[in-house]
Nanobody, 123 residues
């Protein structure tokens, strides 16, 4: 079965950097667009970054300039580098896979989801 396993979250201070990883198994990883979502308490899940099969990227305006998404198809892994973190970035961060070659931004377009990793940014 398909598994997406996130890692790299934790408690950090404002201004710190964090790199999240998502290891995928059970799917032809290189043929899937990958996305990173986040969800804070009481808020809707929002897409923060996505990377297509060809390496095109998307970033949400709320975090643009502070994120870098990348993928390593040989390792079936997608990464999210987050810099200059703020307390409002605290959320559960989820990895998702979409069965398409292009960038997609709707939650319903993603077929598989990880369990999430908590990122907490203290002030």
């Amino acid at each position: 079965q398909v598994q997406l396993v996130e890692s790299g979250g934790g408690l950090v201070q404002a201004g710190d950097s964090v790199r999240l990883s998502c290891a995928a198994s059970g799917l032809p990883f290189s043929t899937y667009t990958m996305g990173w979502y986040r969800q804070a308490p009481g808020k809707e899940r929002e897409l923060v970054a996505a990377i297509s099969t060809g390496g095109s990227t998307y970033y949400a305006d709320s975090m643009k300039g502070r994120l870098t998404i990348s993928r390593d198809n040989a390792k079936n892994t997608v990464y999210l580098q987050m810099n200059s973190l703020k307390p409002e970035d605290s959320a559960i961060y989820y990895c998702a896979a979409a069965r398409t070659y292009r960038i997609v931004t709707l939650t319903t377009e993603y077929n598989y989801w990880g369990q999430g990793t908590q990122v907490t940014v203290s002030s």
